[in-house]
């Protein structure tokens, strides 16, 4: 009968050591997830906090060059009258390292020729500016690649309007950083005029014809918002 005490008190010292094991267990592994939850949110604010994103903008003030030949001479439009917007992540040390939300709209009816108003109204014309008023271009994201001394390489997959036609292009440019922190961007785009439904512009009852084959080359200064 004392054995069988003793047994029993010894089983019951056991299971009760047993269970605060347990317990401790569980406690451990609690406090090892809350720990570990603690350093991942401590990590993710430390990552935020090493990359910012800015806006940029060129209020308005982006000159397009449209380059052209005809069966005559070469000819070429100019607007400067542009609006770009876009917004550039950098790293802790301030290097940009992404681009994002980039847009682009200027009005037909800007673009001014060195071949007076007759050149001018029949390239509206053949854009259906009335109906198409603005060329465009949206790139949801790009690539920016460093060259060194401030000077980056963009490249913008996107949509490009023109007219009644839209098409998905790339478009590269040079980006410079200036003291005052403002971009200085700049690149070309060679492209058909007839893929964007625009038609040759026709002067003096055709004698003068132009070639659907054309580079745009866009120059803009983009300044933090």
Partial sequence: MH????LVLFYSISSNKL???KMNFKIRQQQ???ATVFLLFIFSLSAVS????TNYTSNGVAKTTIVGTSNIHDWEMISDKGNCTMTFQQDAAGVITGMSNLNFSMNVNTLKSNHGNTMDNNAYKAMAAEKYPAIKFTGPSGTVKSNGANSYTITAPGKLTISSGTKDVTLTATC???PDKSLTISGSYKLKTTDYNVKAISIMLGAIKTSPDVTINYNMSVKPQ
């Fill in 3 to 6: 054995l069988f005490s003793t």
């Fill in 19 to 21: 269970k605060n094991l």
């Fill in 32 to 34: 090892g997830l809350i």
């Fill in 50 to 53: 090493s990359f910012s994103q």
């Fill in 176 to 178: 410079k950083v200036n």
